[in-house]
Structure formats: C-alpha cells, structure tokens
Nanobody, 122 residues
C-alpha cells in the first residue's frame, strides 16, 4: 500500500507560478502522474513521469508551462507550474502506477492522493 500526500496548492494570480509536491510513503518505485479535476468536469491528465525520470508526458494544455520531475531519494514528485491561467483552476491529484509503462489514463493508476486545490485568479 502506498500513501501519497500532495502539497503546494493555493491561490495565485494569472501569470504566476506554483510548485506542487507529492510525497510517497516508502520507496517510490512507481510511474507517477498528476491529474486535475475542475468543478463539474471530468478528471483529466496533466503530466506523467517514468520511474527513472527519463520519460515524461504532458497534456497539450500545459505543455511548455508545466514541468514534472521526481527525486527518488526523497520519495517525492513535483509539478512546477508557470504562466498559470484561470483555466488551470482545479484540484490537483498525484497518482502512482505499479507498472513501468508511462500512461495518461487515470484508470491505469493504482494509488491516489487526496488532492490539493489550485486557484488562479484573473
């Protein structure tokens, strides 16, 4: 069983930056992903990273603005979010997948954090 705890969310003005962190209990031997869910919308993929950090995927809507990274020694994955827009407002969730293949599908992740709220004001 893996426990994931997100932090770093908050309120920021459009154009600003935030860095989300996701701390995993135990050794982080998983593919990791970030997803988000806005009110009244489906949960959507944001970014994912392979176990060794060599492969990353991004949703088109965040490409060039967000960066996913990981520090396996600290059992932590990060999401650096720059040039934030009001449409980035959502609850952001960290997820872990026991399989090595990186995927953008939420139903292929095995463990989820509780989420952290990100609000971008215009």
């Amino acid at each position: 069983q893996v426990q994931l705890v997100e932090s770093g969310g908050g309120l920021v003005q459009a154009g600003g930056s935030l860095r989300l962190s996701c701390a995993a209990s135990g050794r982080m031997r998983y593919t990791m992903g970030w997803f988000r869910q806005a009110p009244g919308k489906e949960r959507e993929f944001v970014a994912a990273i392979s176990l060794n950090g060599g492969t990353t995927y991004y949703a088109d809507s965040v490409k060039g603005r967000f960066t996913i990274s990981r520090d396996n020694a600290k059992n932590t994955v990060y999401l650096q979010m720059n040039s934030l827009k009001p449409e980035d407002t959502a609850v952001y969730y960290c997820a872990a997948r026991t399989a090595w293949l990186v995927t953008t599908r939420a139903d292929e992740y095995d463990y989820w954090g509780q989420g952290t709220q990100v609000t971008v004001s215009s």
